[in-house]
């Protein structure tokens, strides 16, 4: 089994930056990419982006793209989430996920990944 646990949330106001943190333990060897997801009330779950565990290999999401950075610390086992200019309308739970299969990188329906955090929540105000 992998563990995931989100931290970093928080309400911050427009303009201002927020970073997320998802560490993993357990069997981290079975992971291939971390990615992040958002949900907001009312709406699916969507795609952030993506990072292969090694971290060589990153894909983000249009909501993503020139404002969030995903970086991988490997001594911690940890994905990081940089979230920079953010808008009110980046308000959402976010949530940290684990796909096991080789060579797939950027997978954009939840359903395909095998393990997941709790999430932390995002507010962002106007």
């Known amino acids: 089994q992998v563990q995931l646990v989100e931290s970093g949330g928080g309400l911050v106001q427009a303009g201002n930056s927020l970073r997320l943190s998802c560490a993993a333990s357990g069997r981290t060897g079975r992971i291939y990419t971390i990615a992040w997801f958002r949900q907001a009330p009312g709406k699916q779950r969507e795609f952030v982006a993506t990072?292969?565990?090694?971290?060589?290999?990153?894909y983000y999401g249009d909501s993503a793209k020139g404002r969030f950075t995903i970086s991988r610390d490997n001594a911690k086992n940890t994905v990081h989430l940089q979230m920079n200019s953010l808008k009110p309308e980046d308000t959402a739970t976010y949530y940290c996920?684990?796909?096991?299969?080789?060579?797939?990188?950027?997978?954009?329906?939840?359903?395909?990944?095998?393990?997941w955090g709790q999430g932390t929540q995002v507010t962002v105000s106007s």
């Open positions: 990072i292969t565990w090694s971290g060589s290999n990153t």
């Open positions: 996920a684990a796909d096991q299969r080789i060579g797939v990188v950027g997978a954009l329906s939840s359903l395909e990944y095998d393990y």
